[in-house]
């Protein structure tokens, strides 16, 4: 069985461009959760979507965003670039509610 | 503070050691996890406990939630045990994780 897939591995982009990463959750979890982890810092929750709808959030500004599509999977959208935006990205996924998470292999997003 | 705290930060140890690794939250919550992430960032989910002890193979995650309090162990451990450990905590009804800042263990040959 498939885990959870993260697209693109690596993306560098400008500073003011928009990133887009994507996450393709474990066959049957309808729970898509969002981390970064910037260097040296520890893992902070960005987002989680469960059934398509944006259930919580962490404290990130609103530039960060992202959506859950009908086949579960999501996409993070990172607006107007900074350089402290580099980091890698997380994203797991889960049955839902109180259930265990698996993690994908992550996106390191370079900003330049 | 941090609402999840570990010690220690870093740790190394002689292949064979048997290794603690102890988190602790302030917070309620409804589960705790350890996680393992090597370099280059993958992450595996290790256990995910609510109460009580949990085994699997070499490794053992016990808690305690009137203490707040739970711990990782290692038994022989080998050097591809080396990696970050984290321990993360969810809360009621709150999906999100919080994380600790994690353990760097290094197992020398």
């Known amino acids: 069985e498939a885990g959870v897939t993260q697209s693109p591995t690596h993306l560098i982009k400008t500073r003011g461009q928009q990133a887009t990463l994507r996450c393709s959750p474990i066959?049957?979890?309808?729970?898509v959760y969002w981390y970064q982890q910037a260097l040296g810092l520890g893992l902070q929750f960005l987002l989680w979507?469960?059934?398509?709808?944006?259930?919580n959030r962490g404290n990130f500004p609103p530039r960060f965003s992202g959506r859950q599509f009908p086949n579960y999977s999501s996409e993070l959208n990172v607006n107007a670039l900074e350089l402290e935006d580099s980091a890698l990205y997380l994203c797991?996924?889960?049955?839902?509610?109180?259930?265990?998470?698996?993690f994908g292999q992550g996106t390191r997003l370079t900003v330049v | 503070k941090n609402e999840v705290e570990q010690s220690p930060q870093n740790l190394t140890a002689q292949e064979g050691e048997f290794i603690t690794i102890n988190c602790s939250y302030s917070?309620?919550?409804?589960?705790l996890h350890w996680l393992q992430q090597h370099p280059g960032g993958g992450i595996v989910s290790l256990f995910m406990?609510?109460?009580g002890k949990k085994k699997h193979g070499r490794l053992i995650a016990t808690i305690n939630i009137q203490e707040k309090h739970s711990s990782l162990h290692i038994t022989a451990s080998h050097p591809r045990d080396s990696a970050v450990y984290i321990c993360?905590?969810?809360?009621?009804?709150?999906?999100?994780?919080?994380f600790g800042t994690g353990t760097r263990l290094t197992i020398i040959p």
């Open positions: 993360a905590v969810s809360g009621f009804g709150n999906e999100k994780l919080t």
């Open positions: 797991a996924s889960s049955t839902g509610s109180g259930t265990e998470a698996f």
């Open positions: 917070v309620g919550i409804s589960a």
């Open positions: 406990l609510s109460s």
């Open positions: 979507y469960d059934e398509g709808e944006e259930r």
């Open positions: 066959s049957g979890h309808t729970s």
